[in-house]
């Protein structure tokens, strides 16, 4: 007799629960996970409720929303950066030295504004090119030629 009850198994002598598989503690109502689950609870033989942020059969696998693009994910939104990679979700390429008259496109890749070359985009826009520098030297602008 079993003062209390086997929820998953059998009385088989007083006090003594004999749990059926997948099932342990002294009243059987503790499930067993093999291999254990990581990042969530045993909630029935072999089956782990997962953690919010995580997935997998022994939850072990991050979730990241929205996916990072060039990176791993390694903890629930968390992404790891592949080199030459940032952002939040990895889609910000890191161009170093930095670009000057363009726009980082890729690691260490610079995609120059019109008129502008070289690998940093620092070298062109010479007058009578069909280029010319503005006021401010911040701008390459194209040169029109003169209708008159």
Known sequence: VCDLACVNGDCTA???????EGWSG???????????????DCTAPNTCTCDEGW???TCNEAVCDPACVNGDCTAPNTCTCDEGWSGD???EAVCDPACVNGDCTA????????GWSGDTCNEGCVAG?????SA?????????PNNS
Do not use: H, I
């Open 129 to 133: 090119d069909g280029f010319f520098l």
């Open 26 to 40: 002294d009243t059987c109502n503790e499930a067993v996970c093999d291999p254990a689950c990581v990042n969530g």
């Open 55 to 57: 997935s997998g059969d």
């Open 14 to 20: 007083p006090n003594t629960c004999t749990c059926d």
């Open 89 to 91: 979700t990895c889609n």
């Open 107 to 114: 690691p260490n890749t610079c995609t120059c504004d019109e």
């Open 136 to 144: 401010g030297g911040r701008q390459c602008l194209k040169a029109y």
